[in-house]
């Protein structure tokens, strides 16, 4: 079992940045992948980056490449992801959450695991 805890979101002006976190607890973490999703209001969940615990090796959407960063602290056992250039569009509620196969995949249904949220507010 694992358990995720989001925190760093807010309200923020275009071009400007945030660094999200996801304290993660639970065992044999270093063997999971970790991904941030975000959903907007009337959209689907969609992917943002994945990160594997124990490779360091990433993955970014598209739309998010070169202005996001996803890093882990593992001594910490924590996550981040560090947003630069915020657009409006990034507004979203966004999620961690961890995938046991390890793979870090973009979709939805091989992540087991997930938090809360954080809220992520983009004003233009």
């Known amino acids: 079992q694992v358990q995720l805890v989001e925190s760093g979101g807010g309200l923020v002006q275009a071009g400007g940045s945030l660094r999200l976190s996801c304290a993660a607890s639970?065992?044999?973490?270093?063997?999971?992948?970790m991904g941030w999703f975000r959903q907007a209001p009337g959209k689907e969940r969609e992917f943002v980056a994945a990160i594997r615990w124990r490779s360091g090796s990433t993955n970014y959407a598209d739309s998010v490449k070169g202005r996001f960063a996803i890093s882990t602290d593992n001594a910490k056992d924590t996550v981040y992801l560090r947003m630069n250039s915020l657009k409006p569009e990034d507004t979203a509620l966004y999620y961690c959450?961890?995938?046991?196969?390890?793979?870090?995949?973009?979709?939805?249904?091989?992540?087991?695991?997930w938090g809360q949220g954080t809220q992520v507010t983009v004003s233009s």
């Open positions: 639970g065992r044999a973490l270093n063997t999971y992948a």
């Open positions: 959450a961890a995938d046991p196969s390890g793979y870090g995949t973009i979709w939805v249904s091989d992540y087991d695991y």
